[in-house]
């Protein structure tokens, strides 16, 4: 079932004054499975946005999308050697979330990078207790190697349950195996509802994880305009291979059946962003939406001024039928009563940070 927090925790976390909070992405998996390779693809592959990495045993620097990975500058903080999840606690983690999250520095993502022993659910429950404003859990991705999997497996059965607990997982090197589809099937008998993701030399697409583009850019969330032209400038771009569908709808959504559309979404659908228009269940707000996997937020913010009220969203996947999908979420609309059942809204605000947490 989707989620907005693992196995009920709940992090405090409030919007900064101008509204954006960083996410911070959890990259986990064991040793040898391509995350530092996944990282600085990442970090070439931005779109122009600037990631803040934390990466076990080595510091937290923030990088420009343009700068050479690896190219450390004044920023780095040590964070000594071993597990992130023993080396560090809650406290001391946000020490370094507000060196990288401040507003002067310009961070637009942060992605912590997890020493191939660490304990994912410690990252994740640290993260989430996370008293910092202006940061946001934005998921736990973990990487397997696709060649060394069933060794690894043979050796660490705990890795089953990192799969249980991860948004998104990355079959890495899927290249060096002659049976790649057996290993994919198995990796996704061993989720609970994450996105399973093959890939050879950690390329994937950026757009999985965060929005590709750069906080002086945005006008507090992104436009629709921005994300669909996103989706449509395939041009070189690693999503080419995946398929993706744009619903804008001028007929208020029922939370009701939004949320029964959420949790039955397909396990090929990676990706769902844009802007949600609940009518008269909230009519001061639209909801902005992010999906990755089984990871699930909805964060409320003011109508603009003028804008006319559109439900608005981008689905990317592979595999999925869009024509199904669309038919789907057009059977999510209201049947435009006047007055709202006060109850509607409780599945949506599940999944939706509660400032006063």
């Not at 620097?61 to 004044?74: H, K, N, T």
């Not at 041009?235 to 559309?261: C, E, I, K, Q």
Request: net charge negative.
């Amino acid at each position: 079932m989707s989620r907005g927090t693992p196995r009920g925790e709940r992090g405090r976390v409030v919007a900064r004054s101008g509204g954006r909070r960083i996410p911070v992405v959890i990259l986990a998996g064991f040793l040898g499975s391509g995350k530092t390779t996944l990282l600085n693809h990442l970090l070439h592959r931005s779109g122009g946005s600037r990631i803040g990495a934390v990466v076990n045993d080595f510091g937290a620097i923030e990088i420009d999308a343009m700068a050479v990975a690896g190219a450390l500058g004044d920023s780095t903080v040590s964070l000594g050697n071993g597990c992130l999840c023993c080396a560090v606690d809650g406290s001391e983690l946000d020490v370094y979330l507000e060196r990288l999250a401040r507003p002067s520095v310009g961070i637009d993502v942060i992605v912590i990078e997890a020493s191939g022993l660490a304990e994912p659910q410690e990252l994740v429950r640290m993260v989430l207790a996370s008293e910092h404003p202006d940061i946001v859990y934005g998921g736990l991705v973990e990487v397997v190697d696709a060649a060394e999997f069933d060794a690894t497996r043979a050796r660490h059965p705990e890795i089953d349950r990192h799969l249980g607990l991860a948004d998104l997982v990355v079959v890495n090197k899927v290249d060096r195996v002659t049976d790649a589809p057996r290993v994919l099937t198995l990796v996704r008998s061993l989720v609970d509802r994450a996105a399973v993701v093959p890939a050879t030399h950690g390329r994937v697409d950026p757009e999985f994880l965060f929005d590709c583009r750069p906080s002086r850019e945005r006008v507090g969330q992104l436009s629709f305009d921005d994300l669909h032209h996103h989706e449509n400038d395939h041009t070189g771009h690693l999503h080419a291979a995946y398929d993706s569908l744009s619903f804008v709808s001028g007929r208020p959504l029922d939370p009701r059946r939004l949320m029964r559309f959420l949790d039955s979404r397909p396990e090929g659908l990676y990706r769902i962003k844009g802007y949600v228009d609940f009518g008269p269940y909230d009519v001061r707000n639209r909801y902005a939406v992010h999906a990755v996997g089984r990871f699930l937020r909805f964060c409320p913010e003011p109508w603009p001024a003028g804008e006319e009220r559109l439900t608005q969203l981008v689905l990317i996947g592979a595999g999925i039928d869009a024509g199904a999908l669309r038919e789907e979420l057009e059977a999510c609309g209201s049947d435009d009563a006047p007055h709202a059942d006060e109850h509607g809204m409780w599945g949506v605000l599940r999944y939706v940070r509660d400032p006063a947490a």
